[in-house]
């Protein structure tokens, strides 16, 4: 393997492959301080969902606890070494998962085709956040929800250092970035109504805070 390809970063290529970030992921504190509101996400999950960037896998024993009869779970994850643990982990739970290569920013499914679309501390890395957002609204069908939970800019002190911190933490975190204005995203898309938003008490500086809501896309254009 060449010095270039042994890096562990998104290549000048636009490669993402992150397998030093992959393999110690779940031992990081940041699943750990997620893990409880995974439910949240996971909750009455019924019809066509899709998750985005699901990594390890680490939403599926969720799913399977929650899932309806008529459930149907596809899911994306870019980097390789993440959708190897993410199958393996779908195994291992039973979850019958529709596990693709593929990015956010260019979703390989057809308009209005999704009921419900979770990101779980995703659009933190997603490196077009804006054309993935699009994306979401484009999939999800009128009515449908786009459910997340991510870590988002701090304000004052907290989200200075966070400024000073970012370049090296997206370094070792894999494209993940402290500083995405997540919730304002969210809730300035004319496609989506916002049904809930709630700031959370938990998680560790500098990936905090954790916000986790509830949108709604509407029916073409009007309030859903
Ligand atoms: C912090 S991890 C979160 C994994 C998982 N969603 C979870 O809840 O634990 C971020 C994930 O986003 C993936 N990712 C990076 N760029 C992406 C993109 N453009 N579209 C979708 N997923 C992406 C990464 O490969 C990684 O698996």
């Keep these: 393997m060449s010095e270039q390809r042994s890096r562990s970063a998104a290549t000048t290529h636009g490669e993402i492959s992150h397998p030093v970030f ?3 992921y779940d031992l990081c504190p940041e699943p750990a301080v997620v893990e409880a509101e995974r439910a949240y996400l996971a909750r009455d999950l019924s019809g ?3 998750e985005l960037g699901c990594g390890t896998g680490d939403m599926f024993p969720f799913a399977v606890d929650a899932a309806a009869d008529d459930l149907e779970y596809h899911a994306i994850e870019p980097d390789p070494h993440m959708r190897k643990r993410a199958a393996n982990a779908a195994r291992e739970t ?3 998962v529709d596990l693709r290569d593929a990015r956010a920013e260019s979703l390989p499914y057809p308009d209005e085709s999704f009921d ?3 990101a ?5 890395t997603i490196q077009d956040p804006d054309a993935a957002l699009e994306e979401v609204v484009r999939v999800l069908k009128p009515g449908g929800e786009f459910r997340f939970l991510e870590h988002v800019h ?4 907290r989200g200075t250092g966070q400024e000073l911190l970012d370049p090296l933490w997206k370094r070792g975190a894999g494209g993940c970035h402290l500083t995405r204005e997540t919730v304002a995203r969210f809730v300035s898309h004319d496609g989506l109504a916002v049904e809930e938003i709630d700031r959370l ?5 500098p990936a905090t805070p954790i916000v986790r809501g509830t949108l709604r896309r509407r029916q073409s254009g009007v309030l859903g």
């Design 120 to 124: 779980g501390v995703v659009f933190c």
């Design 116 to 118: 419900i679309v979770l």
């Design 154 to 157: 701090a304000d004052g002190w």
């Design 94 to 96: 039973g979850l019958a």
């Design 22 to 24: 992959a393999a110690v």
């Design 201 to 205: 008490d938990i998680g560790v500086f």
């Design 48 to 50: 066509r969902v899709l």
